[in-house]
Nanobody, 126 residues
Framework: QVQLVESGGGLVQAGGSLRLSCAAS????????MGWLRQTPGKERDIVAS????????YYSDSVKGRFTISRDNAKNTVYLQMNSLKPEDTAVYVC???????????????????WGQGTQVTVSS
């Protein structure tokens, strides 16, 4: 497993942007597919986006397609989520996750992920 630490959450007005980062420890980051999930109280974690080990294959949920971009820098052991045109309904705790499944499913499944960060709060005000 890899250890994951998210950063970059905060409060932003609707229409604004945030960039989340997830730093991974360990030398095997490039062997993990990565994903961002989000969770609101009383609901399950929903997969927002995922990216393959080499960064070639990406997936986005319909709710964020065209507004969010997932990317990774394997040299820096970091995965990013650029969030533009944010809406109040994007408010959630965003969690970074890693998948050792080869290959990771597209679309991914929550069961594919076996390493988890603590999460970072994103709040979008109207």
């Amino acid at each position: 497993q890899v250890q994951l630490v998210e950063s970059g959450g905060g409060l932003v007005q609707a229409g604004g942007s945030l960039r989340l980062s997830c730093a991974a420890s360990g030398r095997t980051f490039s062997q993990y597919g990565m994903g961002w999930l989000r969770q609101t109280p009383g609901k399950e974690r929903d997969i927002v986006a995922s990216i393959s080990r080499g960064g070639i294959v990406t997936y986005y949920s319909d709710s964020v397609k065209g507004r969010f971009t997932i990317s990774r820098d394997n040299a820096k052991n970091t995965v990013y989520l650029q969030m533009n045109s944010l809406k109040p309904e994007d408010t959630a705790v965003y969690v970074c996750a890693g998948s050792s499944s080869v290959p990771m499913s597209v679309p991914p499944r929550r069961a594919d992920f076996d390493s988890w960060g603590q999460g970072t709060q994103v709040t979008v005000s109207s």
